[in-house]
């Protein structure tokens, strides 16, 4: 297994044989195991580029779904070819992931683009000696409901930016959230305000009586002159 990287800087951990679980040995459901630490998916994710859910799947299979945690270690990373690291945090177990997926020998893994692409260059690394028995599938599909696509966040993220009255900088932003983007402050803004008449209303009909009453005394002129 080349999963074995050098302490990040900041990070704390200490090696130790494999063994020793962080929760109790509690076998979690898909929905438990993603609230707990679908967070430090996202954060290596961040980091990565790799889909959050093809992380927790990955992270399941090492942790038999939490009941093995060796040190906040989620992804059984080695600081020797006998030992387990330790970290302090799921911070800085977050840390040194992505400092692992980042060493040289997962490059193929950070070029995949969609979630199936990546689950299948994940089992085909050397992150795992038996390549995770061909699949990770199993672990992928209970947790996927779970977790959002990068896309999904990211129309999540904008659209919560967009209804707080604050943008997000962005390089490239799609039809999609352009119109989502349209839609809510169409939403968002009122109509014009009603222009009240009632004065150009009086206004006219004062003329008219005006007119009325000019008119009568033209009539009543015309009856003298007669």
Not at 59 to 85: D, H, K, M, Q, Y
Not at 109 to 118: G, I, N, R, S
Request: aromatic share 8%; hydrophobic share 45%; charged share 15%.
């Amino acid at each position: 297994m080349i999963r074995i990287a050098p302490p990040a800087s900041g990070s704390r951990l200490n090696t130790a044989n494999s063994g020793g679980c962080c929760f109790d040995g509690i076998d979690m459901t898909p929905a438990a195991f993603a609230a707990a630490f679908g967070t430090t998916a996202r954060e290596v994710s961040d980091g990565t580029g790799l889909d959050s859910a093809v992380l927790l799947a990955q992270w399941a299979n090492e942790t038999a779904w939490g009941t093995v945690v060796v040190g906040n270690n989620l992804g059984n990373i080695r600081c020797s070819p006998t030992t387990f690291c330790r970290y302090a945090s799921l911070g800085d177990f977050a840390t040194a992931c992505i400092a692992t997926f980042h060493n040289g020998f997962y490059n193929a893994v950070l070029a995949a683009k969609t979630p199936e692409a990546q689950l299948a260059a994940l089992v085909a690394s050397p992150w795992d000696s038996n390549h995770y028995g061909g699949s990770l599938q199993s672990f992928y599909d209970p947790v996927e409901v779970y977790e959002m696509t990068p896309a999904e966040d990211a129309t999540l993220n904008r659209s919560d930016s967009i209804l707080a009255g604050s943008r997000l900088n962005s390089k490239a932003v799609d039809q999609a959230l352009i119109d989502i983007e349209k839609e809510v402050r169409a939403i968002g803004t009122p109509p014009p305000a009603t222009v009240d008449l009632k004065p150009v209303l009086d206004a006219i009909a004062a003329v008219k009586a005006d007119v009325d009453a000019l008119s009568a005394r033209v009539a009543n002129l015309t009856l003298k002159a007669t």
